[in-house]
């Protein structure tokens, strides 16, 4: 099969190229996905788990990429909940060969089905995007109805996820970004948008909850912003400066069947929609990583055409 692989963790992105890889063995309750549509996160490279296996062995050729949208090509040993054939969508394990490839082997877990009327392309923007956004907001900061939440960074892939999150649950909704996020952000739906380049954080006020995907001098100054008894969460890196009556908490996004189910059901009743920022084939996706190739949204991999 063809796959973007990475063999030397000092390359970069340069040292991304597609290549002929063996076809992927299903383990134990593993299936193997006909990848149709892959997503990655830019900053991959530098992931441990990109590099080393669970045991911490070294693993390369690595094959990067998390999230995918395709149809079960095979079952493993003991593999149960879905089938040959079944369209299914979801994140595969931090530390096994991805899914910028045309074949991934995941755990059966790790997918939910996905139904018949939501394209693949749109389903691979969301694992990451959204279970980030749902666990971030509802399982660690608990967002209540009618709390103000201040999210970072609202025209990404998990900013723009968890504005229209939080935004259904009946919260008020501050949104930051650059000036020419401005428009993307209104039309999520924030009730206030605050260019980080030309206004001044401090100026927002408090609020119950701060969601941050930037981290460095963005996540200190924000803790100051969160009132007694709120929250500031992040997947940037563990907070240094720590709200004075709060919770502040870094968290790694984890695999979850029934939120991502959940999720689906939103995209076909139209209450959610990713923001796909560009649609590539597989043979650009080295190209993809590089810094300057970046769009506002999530840029997606088309592996099968159609």
């Given amino acids: 099969m063809r796959a973007v692989t990475v063999r030397d963790p000092d390359a970069g992105v340069g ?11 299903a383990a134990e309750n593993d299936v193997i ?3 149709h549509a892959a997503g990655f996160t830019p900053g991959e490279l530098d992931w441990p788990a990109t590099w ?3 045991a911490g062995r070294e693993r390369t050729p690595s094959v990067p990429g ?3 949208s395709g149809v079960v090509a095979k079952l493993g040993y003991g593999t149960t909940g879905l089938t040959v054939g079944q369209r299914v969508f979801g994140l595969t394990d931090w ?6 490839a045309e074949y991934v082997a995941v755990e059966a877990r790790n997918l939910a089905p996905l139904p018949v ?3 693949h392309t749109v389903a691979a923007a969301l694992p990451i995007s959204g279970l980030t956004s749902w666990q971030g907001l509802f399982d660690h900061a608990r967002l209540l109805t009618g709390q103000t939440v201040l999210i970072h ?3 990404g892939g998990v900013g723009s996820i968890a504005v229209q999150l939080a935004r259904e649950a009946g919260a008020r909704v501050i949104g930051t970004g650059r000036a020419a996020d401005r428009s993307t952000a209104l039309g999520l739906g924030v009730n206030a948008f605050l260019d980080l ?3 001044h954080l401090e100026d927002v006020g408090e609020v119950d909850v701060v969601f941050d995907v930037i981290g460095g001098e963005i996540l200190d100054r924000s803790a100051a912003l969160v009132r007694p008894g709120g929250t500031l969460v992040t997947i940037a890196a563990p907070p240094t400066v720590r709200p004075k009556d709060g919770r502040a908490l870094f968290f790694v996004v984890e695999p979850d069947r029934a939120q991502l189910t959940d999720l689906a059901q939103r995209l076909r009743d139209g209450r959610l929609k990713p923001v796909v920022g560009a649609v590539r084939p597989l043979s650009e996706a080295p190209s993809a990583f590089a810094p300057d190739r970046r769009t506002p949204g999530k840029t997606i991999i088309r592996v099968v055409e159609g």
């Fill in 52 to 54: 080393t296996d669970r």
């Fill in 153 to 155: 960074g609202v025209a």
């Fill in 95 to 100: 530390a096994r060969d991805g899914s910028l």
């Fill in 117 to 119: 009327d939501v394209d």
């Fill in 197 to 199: 380049q030309a206004d």
């Fill in 66 to 68: 998390h999230e995918v």
């Fill in 15 to 25: 040292g991304l190229s597609l290549t002929d890889m063996p076809y992927p063995h």
């Fill in 33 to 35: 996905v006909q990848v």
